[in-house]
């Protein structure tokens, strides 16, 4: 499949819960003049602690660099786990442009703000240590994901994220996406923009709030989301599907219900 441009966040490189073979699938399949990395590619929080890096991780990185040769264009937009390339803003590595943000035009002449989004996340911003116990936390939950699924898969039973779970359920995290939501769609609008397209909540979406246009990647540590511009302009959330086994698309409509993530 072709696009104009294809948007990821949040893969989290480093960390067991990271889905590298249903983006390499993804990576596969797929190509796109021009690809933005927005945010959290790799966990260098998870990396200090010790890495669980695989060769697939080694593989993700080395196939972007690969459509990069081939005359992609790749932008970089560092998020809070990758944080420590944000010294670099500005500059580029070989065919790799660092940004701290960008702004984007679509085929259709829409404008876009691309920008990781911790920057909106209060917790991140003034609250490290809650940070990282809130990620040390929901590496334990995704953990959980393993030993559970392999009990559903005895039982015929399809994929199912406790943490998705718990953060479709649990109130607070409900009203802090909310907030988030529509706090990144102030971004855009106080910028006179069409809309912003951004990561870090694991939660794919493609919204109107108050007239902007919101745009989420989501992730690929348990929904394997993307948002993909076609050659027209239209821009939309794609779903892969889970342990590398590739879904398809579902229209954006539909997905934001479908794609809860952590």
Wanted: net charge neutral.
């Amino acid at each position: 499949m072709s696009y104009r441009t294809i948007f990821i966040s949040d893969v989290h490189l480093g960390t067991r819960a990271a889905q590298t073979a249903a983006l390499l699938d993804f990576l596969k399949r797929t190509e796109a003049d021009c690809y933005y990395l927005v945010g959290d590619i790799i966990d260098f929080w998870k990396v200090r602690r010790g890495p669980a890096w695989e060769q697939s991780h080694n593989d993700v990185i080395q196939k972007l660099l690969r459509k990069s040769r081939k005359g992609s264009r790749i932008i970089y937009i560092p998020g809070n786990h990758d944080e420590a390339l944000r010294e670099y803003c500005g500059f580029n590595f070989g065919e790799i442009e660092l940004r701290r943000d960008a702004l984007f035009e679509s085929a259709a002449g829409k404008k876009y703000i691309v920008m990781h989004g911790d920057e909106f996340d209060v917790v991140v911003r003034y609250a490290r240590w809650l940070a990282v116990l809130g990620d040390r936390s929901y590496e334990l939950a995704l953990w959980s994901n393993r030993p559970l699924n392999w009990l559903r898969r005895k039982f015929g039973l399809g994929y199912w994220s406790l943490s998705s779970y718990l953060k479709s359920r649990v109130k607070t995290a409900v009203n802090f996406i909310g907030d988030y939501e529509i706090a990144l769609a102030d971004v855009a609008r106080r910028n006179n923009v069409d809309g912003i397209i951004c990561g870090h909540i694991h939660h794919a979406a493609d919204r109107n709030i108050d007239g902007v246009h919101y745009l989420n990647c989501g992730d690929w540590v348990e929904s394997a989301t993307a948002i993909v511009e076609s050659h027209s302009g239209e821009l939309k959330v794609v779903h892969w599907g889970h342990q590398g086994a590739k879904s398809g698309s579902r229209s954006s409509e539909r997905h934001d219900d479908l794609a809860a993530a952590a």
